[in-house]
C-alpha cells in the first residue's frame, strides 16, 4: 500500500464544500497520483451532490459512493461534477483506499475548466 504513504496533499481551506466561489479554480493540472484531502480541506472528498458555486469553483466534484473500509482495499468509484444539467454531468473514474485513519485518492484531472474537487470533514 505504498499510496498510504506516496500522496500529495490537498490542504487548502477552499476546497471545503462550504467555501464559496471566488476564483474558479480547476483542477485539470492535477494527477495522475494518490491524493489525500487533510489540514484546513478537511479529511474527505464530498460523498453527495455539492452545490455548484462552492470549494473556489463553478463546477464542483464529489464522489459517487461510499468510502471503502480498510478491508476493502483500492477500490474504484465515479467521481461526478455538478453542472446546470445536473449532479453528475461529467465523470470521473477515480481509485480510492482506506489507510486505516485517513483515506486516499488517485485523481487524474477533470472533464473541464473550471471544475475541482471539493472536500469536507
Known amino acids: 500500500m505504498s499510496e498510504c504513504q506516496n500522496y500529495r496533499s490537498l490542504n487548502g481551506h477552499d476546497r471545503k464544500i462550504t467555501y464559496g466561489n471566488y476564483y474558479s479554480y480547476c483542477d485539470s493540472g492535477i494527477g495522475p ?3 489525500r484531502f487533510e489540514g484546513s480541506a ?7 451532490c ?5 470549494c473556489n469553483t463553478h463546477i464542483t466534484g464529489w464522489m459517487n ?11 474504484t468509484r465515479t467521481a461526478c461534477f455538478h453542472y ?3 449532479c453528475c454531468y461529467w465523470s470521473r473514474s477515480i481509485k480510492v483506499r482506506n489507510c486505516g485513519s485517513y483515506y486516499v485518492y ?9 471544475a475541482r474537487y471539493c472536500s469536507t470533514s
Not at 42 to 48: A, E, K, L, N
Not at 50 to 54: D, G, P
Not at 65 to 75: R, Y
Not at 106 to 114: D, S
Request: glycine content about 16%; charged content about 10%; proline content about 5%.
Open 33 to 35: 497520483a494518490w491524493f
Open 84 to 86: 446546470y444539467y445536473g
Open 50 to 54: 455539492t452545490s455548484m458555486n462552492r
Open 106 to 114: 488517485y485523481l487524474n484531472g477533470v472533464p473541464t475548466c473550471n
Open 65 to 75: 459512493g461510499g468510502h471503502p473500509t480498510a478491508a476493502d482495499g483500492q477500490v
Open 42 to 48: 478537511g479529511t474527505r472528498m464530498s460523498t453527495s
